[in-house]
């Protein structure tokens, strides 16, 4: 089954890419993989959330930002895409980094980050298994709660 495909049946639609908010690219093609910059939980250009997870009040509640870091994936899955020119020529997940805008004494980031991996797991199967760090940092740029960045393999 073909990656076009794959979301079709889940009911996905392929965001559009977000423009950068800095000196980069989305996504660049090196050989036979592609490597998307950090991509953060935008819908229609539109940042989701803002702020650090944790507990708390005023806090971006964990399993809000398991679902941040699926869009977030989402997202990279699209700059992929649009860098190769076809969707259907992703093949696979290497390296997954997610980074978590984490209050004091939150160490929930693995959990966090599941989000993405979940969601490559559902789009790729077995060869959406790869890599993973699960990282928290202090603050985010725009002050999202999580970026996700992906290696993907292309054909």
Do not use: C
């Not at 908010?21 to 998307?36: M, R, S």
């Not at 819908?43 to 803002?50: D, K």
């Not at 700059?79 to 997954?96: E, P």
């Not at 002050?143 to 292309?154: M, Q």
């Amino acid at each position: 089954m073909t990656l076009s495909q794959k979301l079709a049946d889940l009911g996905i639609d392929l965001p559009a890419v977000a423009t950068p908010a800095g000196a980069y690219v989305p996504a660049k093609v090196h050989g036979d993989l592609v490597y998307t910059a950090g991509q953060l939980p935008f819908v229609a250009g539109t940042l989701l959330a803002t702020g650090k997870v944790g507990d708390g009040h005023g806090l971006v509640p964990a399993g809000d930002a398991h679902q941040y870091a699926r869009l977030s994936a989402l997202n990279a899955v699209a700059a992929a895409a649009a860098a190769v020119g076809d969707v259907d020529r992703i093949t696979g997940v290497l390296k997954v980094t997610g980074f978590v805008a984490s209050a004091p004494g939150f160490t929930g980031q693995p959990g966090v980050i599941n989000g993405a991996s979940e969601l490559l797991g559902e789009l790729f199967g077995d060869d959406g298994r790869h890599a993973r760090s699960a990282v928290g940092v202090a603050v985010l740029p725009l002050d999202s709660p999580v970026e996700v960045e992906v290696v993907f393999t292309v054909s």
